[in-house]
């Protein structure tokens, strides 16, 4: 499969724990980005790389959340002392670079974060 | 900023009833328009896109969207719908930012 890898796909955490997921995109996309989604709602942007630069993070990033990319393949997303509130799916997306034919992203299958 | 508004937030028809999910976005300037599929259990993946040129766009299986730039709406419309469509349908829309995606619409389509 070459599409859009995420690890794990479910992970049950106690509140106050740390959690890192990984994500591997597609491997020429040079786009990467972060979406949390909640039950009945669409995909919230987090954040996203161009390469191995983060280039933009949404106000719903606190400071207990850090993306890295550092060679510009493989991203992770950690979330520290995790709250209830951090339950959700998080997804991974990729795309090719920034002209208009190549905005398509890619989303891979997602890990579910569940805070007990 | 952009947003996405999705109109309806559940529909149910029957098999081979047609279909239309309204989808209306707000930015000013130049937009690629989207909308996404999630089926049960499965990862978003790709409908259609509108980048430029026909506002009409036709993608996989049967569906279609018109982009009508006066209304800022990206309506998805199929002629007759099968059991296999019932899933979520996101809108979303590209500016100047990332991707910004709509609440989503669930899809029942009962036999």
């Known amino acids: 499969d070459t599409g859009v890898s995420q690890d794990p796909r479910h992970k049950i955490t106690k509140r106050g724990q740390n959690v890192t997921f990984r994500c591997d995109p597609i491997?020429?996309?040079?786009?990467l980005y972060w979406y949390r989604q909640t039950l009945g709602q669409g995909p919230e942007f987090l954040t996203y790389f161009q390469n191995e630069a983060q280039l933009e993070k949404s106000r719903l990033l606190s400071d207990r959340f850090s993306a890295e990319r550092p060679k510009g393949s493989f991203s992770t997303l950690e979330i520290q002392r995790t709250e209830q509130g951090d339950s959700a799916m998080y997804l991974c997306a990729s795309s090719l670079g920034a002209g208009t034919a190549n905005t398509e992203a890619f989303f891979g299958q997602g890990t579910r974060l569940t805070v007990v | 900023a952009q947003s996405v508004s999705q109109h309806n937030h559940h529909v149910i028809l029957s098999e081979a009833a047609s279909l239309e999910l309204g989808c209306n976005y707000s930015y000013g300037g130049t937009v690629n328009l989207f909308w996404y599929v999630q089926y049960p259990g499965q990862h978003l993946q790709l409908l259609l896109k509108y980048f430029s040129g026909d506002p009409l766009v036709k993608g996989i299986k049967g569906f279609e969207a018109e982009f009508i730039k006066s209304k800022f709406s990206f309506n998805l419309r199929k002629p007759s719908v099968q059991w296999s469509d019932t899933a979520e349908y996101f809108c979303a829309v590209k500016g100047n930012t990332p991707l910004v995606f709509g609440k989503g619409t669930r899809l029942s389509v009962i036999a």
């Open positions: 491997s020429e996309h040079n786009r």
